[in-house]
């Protein structure tokens, strides 16, 4: 037997939502040679049985927003987005105040700590129900 792919999921608690607790699928991954053979479909299935089976009533995956992959994936199995997450570095300033400062133009603003980069972003996407 060999190991082609893999996920990473959990169980949150939404104490202020119903359903009131969430599956939420951090990571799934497959090697490249074993995309478009049925293994995402199947790993996507049996964790969304094990996380029905621990108490989820919705199944959330979260991936980054320019994942196209991850987003044809999902989308075909009936996943929509329902909320966008944005964040930022706590290392740099935000990028206006790097310009007004007088920091390079490229996003390399090295904070005192020897960190430094552009601010990020991510998109969470799942499935609708949440209500």
């Known amino acids: 037997d060999k190991v082609v792919g893999l996920v990473h999921a959990i169980v ?10 969430e599956g939420v699928i951090l990571d799934i991954y497959l090697l490249p ?3 478009r053979r049925g293994v ?4 996507l299935r049996e964790t969304s049985e094990a996380l029905r089976a621990k108490g989820a009533g919705v199944v959330i995956a979260e991936f980054p927003a320019q994942n196209e992959i ?3 994936f999902y989308a075909k199995r009936g996943f929509r987005p329902i909320t966008a997450r944005h964040a930022r570095s706590l290392y740099d300033p935000p990028a ?3 310009r007004a400062a007088g920091s390079s133009s490229d ?7 020897g960190r430094s980069g552009p601010p990020v972003s991510a998109t969470r996407q799942g499935e609708g129900g949440l209500g």
């Open 70 to 72: 991850a987003s044809r």
């Open 107 to 113: 996003g390399a603003s090295p904070d005192g700590r």
């Open 33 to 35: 040679l074993y995309r």
């Open 40 to 43: 995402g479909e199947y790993l």
């Open 96 to 98: 206006t105040l790097r």
């Open 12 to 21: 949150r608690e939404r104490p202020f939502y119903q359903p009131t607790s």
